[in-house]
């Protein structure tokens, strides 16, 4: 119930192609789902996060597509370039928890 | 801009031992958090601090863990005795308030290494 499962685990995508990163969860409990990036060394990031109120957000070339009554959101970054090489986690919060729950983390490679 | 640090990034220390990483969370947030992250898996949660009081722990967070935030800049977790399945990346955060809007930020990581 308190899982966030994720996938894929990794993905090779070409230069201007479009990622796909799809999460899926139990508890219909959780209100806030956020997307981290996190790059070699580096701690995860916020990237963009929604709601489960709205069905779609986007912040320039990261989408949220959020799907209620599957339980289900996904990340699609338009026009991928090798600085997204990253590994990406989708989270979810419950409300007055002060935790996320993270997925299991895809790693993206980007092609020149 | 203003970001979490964290010190040491790596830390190589024997079954048994005690350790204490160490996170100095953004100036002006008032919740912080310590996360893990064993090597291939998944960021795992394991406490919140508030007010000088823990909010919420893991399962995973037992009586070998404690945090605390000794001065008004640094927030630390210690391992009292380690084991060899504590070894992961460690990662401490914090936000200006609970849940959303407020972001958590991330630190870049404390490597620990037990052997």
């Known amino acids: 119930q308190q899982q966030v499962k994720q996938s894929p685990q990794s993905l090779i995508v070409q230069k201007g192609g479009i990622s796909i990163i799809n999460c899926a969860y139990e508890?219909?409990?959780?209100?806030?789902f956020p997307w981290y990036q996190q790059f070699p060394g580096k701690g995860p990031a916020l990237l963009i996060a929604i709601r489960p109120d709205v069905s779609e957000k986007k912040e320039g070339r990261f989408t949220i597509s959020f799907n209620k009554s599957a339980k289900q959101f996904s990340l699609h970054i338009m026009d991928s370039q090798p600085g997204d090489s990253a590994t990406y986690f989708c989270?979810?919060?419950?409300?007055?928890?002060?935790?996320?729950?993270f997925g299991t983390g895809t790693r993206l490679k980007v092609l020149a | 801009e203003p970001e979490v640090t964290q010190t040491p990034s790596h830390q190589v220390t024997q079954m048994g031992q005690e350790v204490i990483l160490r996170c100095v969370p953004i100036?002006?947030?008032?919740?912080f958090y310590w996360y893990r992250q064993i090597l291939g898996q998944k960021v795992e949660f394991l406490v919140s601090f508030y007010n000088n009081e823990i909010s919420e722990k893991s399962e995973i967070f037992d009586d070998q863990f404690s945090v605390e935030r000794p001065d008004g800049s640094n927030f630390t977790l210690k391992i009292r005795s380690t084991k060899l399945e504590d070894s992961a990346m460690y990662f401490c955060a914090s936000s200006e308030g609970a849940g959303d809007p407020y972001e958590q930020y991330f630190g870049p990581g404390t490597r620990l290494t037990v052997t």
């Open positions: 508890n219909t409990a959780f209100d806030y």
């Open positions: 989270a979810a919060e419950r409300p007055g928890t002060y935790k996320y729950i």
């Open positions: 100036s002006n947030h008032l919740y």
